[in-house]
């Protein structure tokens, strides 16, 4: 009877090492992934538009309240590799995401201010942006809250596609940014997780060149200068090779 209890213990034993390692070798993130993700973000886009001219005339446009607010739908994909060392974990990530995040065009509010000899006010009334794709690469710290959660933080630099337009005058352009976050993968069974993330992107200021009309030169036309920043937040799914 001692001796098939011993056996029995040791079964019990080698079912638990075998399960551990298992869980383990299977953590989420750990080796090769891919994902879909799907969410919401808003946006700022900041301008400044200052006019050149050769006299000492000088009209500056700039927005009265904080920028053009942006909100609206992002979706895409995501894909990297990463390493279990213990409860912690390393890794890298490439993802790219279209998005229909875009203005109101009804909700801003735009001032003039002039200076120079015969300087009179001339506001534009209208303006509109809209972000189209967005792509990046981060890199990832995280712990392992349980074999089946992570927890992770990023931070990394992205690229993105904005149309922009200024009164009649309309424009594509490009912008990079850093890009930081947060985010929770837990499994939902053998090899597929639930992410839930958010992320924030402070773009670096771009001017932008020619839009429509506004031409910049040395000493006449335009310097148009932006200033967007983003915050999104999305929800995944992702499989571990």
Same mark, same amino acid.
């Given at each position: 009877?001692? =001796?098939?209890?011993?056996?029995?213990?040791?079964?019990?034993?080698?079912?638990?090492?075998?399960?551990t390692?298992?869980?383990?070798?299977?953590s989420?993130?750990?080796?090769?992934y891919?994902?879909v993700?799907? #969410?919401?973000?808003?946006?700022?886009?900041?301008?400044?538009?200052?006019?050149r001219?050769? %006299? %000492?005339?000088?009209?500056?446009?700039? +927005?009265?309240?904080g #920028?053009?607010? /942006?909100?609206?739908?992002?979706? #895409?994909?995501?894909?990297? +590799?990463?390493f279990?060392?213990?409860? *912690?974990?390393? #890794?890298?990530?490439l $993802?790219?995401?279209?998005?229909?995040? =875009?203005?109101? @065009?009804?909700?801003?509010?735009?001032? &003039?201010?002039?200076?120079? $000899?015969?300087c %009179?006010?001339?506001?534009?009334?209208?303006?509109?942006?809209? /972000?189209?794709?967005?792509?990046?690469?981060?890199?990832? /710290?995280?712990?392992?809250?349980?074999?089946?959660t992570?927890?992770? *933080?990023?931070?990394?630099?992205?690229g993105?596609? +904005?149309?922009?337009?200024? &009164?009649? +005058?309309k424009?594509e352009?490009w912008?990079?940014?850093?890009?930081?976050?947060?985010?929770?993968? %837990?499994?939902?069974f053998?090899?597929?997780?639930?992410?839930?993330?958010?992320?924030?992107i402070?773009?670096?200021?771009?001017s932008v060149f020619?839009?429509?009309?506004?031409?910049?030169?040395?000493?006449?036309?335009?310097?148009?200068?932006?200033? @967007?920043?983003?915050?999104?937040?999305?929800?995944?799914?992702?499989?571990t090779?």
């Open positions: 009877m001692k =001796k098939r209890n011993s056996w029995i213990a040791a079964l019990a034993a080698a079912a638990v090492l075998v399960a390692q298992t869980a383990q070798a299977g989420v993130g750990d080796g090769g891919v994902g993700q799907g #969410g919401y973000g808003t946006a700022i886009v900041d301008a400044t538009v200052t006019e001219e050769a %006299t %000492t005339n000088q009209d500056t446009f700039s +927005f009265a309240d #920028g053009l607010g /942006l909100d609206g739908a992002s979706y #895409g994909a995501f894909m990297g +590799f990463g279990r060392m213990a409860s *912690l974990y390393v #890794g890298a990530e $993802d790219g995401n279209w998005s229909t995040i =875009k203005i109101d @065009p009804g909700s801003f509010t735009i001032a &003039d201010t002039c200076s120079g $000899d015969n %009179t006010a001339d506001p534009v009334t209208d303006a509109s942006a809209e /972000l189209v794709w967005t792509g990046g690469v981060s890199g990832r /710290l995280g712990y392992y809250a349980s074999p089946s992570l927890i992770s *933080l990023n931070g990394g630099l992205v993105s596609q +904005f149309d922009v337009s200024w &009164d009649s +005058f424009e352009y912008d990079v940014g850093a890009r930081y976050g947060i985010g929770i993968d %837990t499994a939902l053998d090899g597929v997780a639930l992410r839930l993330a958010w992320n924030y402070d773009y670096y200021d771009a020619g839009i429509g009309g506004l031409q910049e030169t040395s000493d006449s036309g335009h310097d148009v200068e932006i200033q @967007p920043s983003m915050s999104i937040a999305h929800v995944g799914l992702m499989y090779f």
